[in-house]
């Protein structure tokens, strides 16, 4: 939009209340916040100058990362706790049977990190935030808030999309930052951080991916059935499984503490979801918040003032 808009329909005869033409004639931009988060940000001495975003889309072919059984039904492959490059064993489940062991039958089973899909993800994330600095340094921002993630399939199982949107802000009357800073926060929630005395640093998002390699028991009673033998009941806790939802979510945990570098981690959100890959059953855990750090005592805002006019 022409920044001289309102004085050119002016000349022309156009006749427009006084109002309108002044927002015409502003300089445009554009956001993806709330009207409430919008006067929120204008009363922390932030203005809005326009949508920023980033996007990667990845190549994602879990079964290049994941083992297959031999012939004989009840072993792995991979060697020790390597497993040949694509993940680190985490726990050995045995059989209980006491019977001779068939191909058909998993004598031993293993919970795995599967840290080739943990590199992948890790790989997609940091481009698309990269992007997202990149656009919001173009616009001579300060820092960017209310950003939404978005990490889902594109193109079928096989191709993954990246996707950070925010609004980059500028802080009248402070000089260029050394680097742009982000939030998933905004409105209320990031003038209470700034009551509270800190500040946000940047968006941080970790993924942790454990695959399960059943054991016969873990088959059993995936599959609602119980054993000739008396050992499985289709009523009892699946343990392989439950453990490896306890280490997914750990594991995103620790992926994120190793990001913070001494500072806190603040609206954490966790997102678990269960995936059969090439017929093996992956938990995946995302941890998402925003990293912060103290710059200042507790300081309450003064009290918000109107900030749209309606004439």
Request: charged share 20%; hydrophobic share 40%; net charge neutral.
């Amino acid at each position: 939009m022409p920044s001289a808009f309102g004085s050119e329909a002016s000349s022309q005869g156009v006749d427009i209340p006084e109002a309108a033409g002044r927002r015409l004639a502003a300089k445009s931009f554009s956001s993806g916040l709330s009207v409430a988060d919008f006067a929120a940000c204008l009363h922390m001495g932030m203005r809005p100058v326009g949508l920023v975003q980033g996007f990667c889309a990845m190549g994602w072919n879990p079964g290049y990362y994941l083992p297959s059984q031999t012939a004989y039904g009840n072993q792995w492959q991979g060697w020790g706790s390597s497993w040949s490059g694509w993940g680190n064993a985490l726990d050995t489940y045995y059989c209980p049977h006491r019977i001779v062991q068939s191909a058909e039958h998993a004598s031993r089973g293993f919970n795995v990190e599967a840290t080739g899909i943990e590199s992948a993800w890790a790989e997609g994330y940091n481009a698309t935030y990269r992007r997202l600095l990149e656009e919001a340094a173009a616009l001579g921002a300060h820092g960017i808030i209310g950003i939404t993630d978005a990490t889902k399939a594109l193109i079928g199982p096989r191709v993954r999309e990246f996707h950070l949107l925010g609004t980059a802000v500028v802080m009248d009357g402070q000089p260029p930052p050394e680097r742009v800073w982000s939030t998933y926060l905004a409105g209320s929630k990031l003038g209470k951080l700034y009551e509270a005395g800190l500040a946000p640093v940047s968006v941080v998002g970790a993924f942790a991916a454990v695959t399960v390699l059943p054991v016969c028991v873990t088959e059993i009673q995936e599959q609602g059935r119980w054993d000739t033998y008396g050992v499985v009941s289709p009523y009892g806790e699946i343990t392989q499984l439950s453990d490896a939802h306890t280490a997914a979510r750990r594991l995103a945990r620790d992926h994120v503490k190793a990001t913070l570098d001494g500072a806190a981690l603040h609206g954490a959100d966790l997102e678990v979801s269960e995936d059969n890959l090439v017929g093996r059953t992956t938990i995946s855990a995302i941890l998402r918040g925003t990293k912060v750090r103290r710059v200042r005592d507790v300081d309450p805002l003064p009290p918000p003032v109107p900030t749209v006019r309606l004439s």
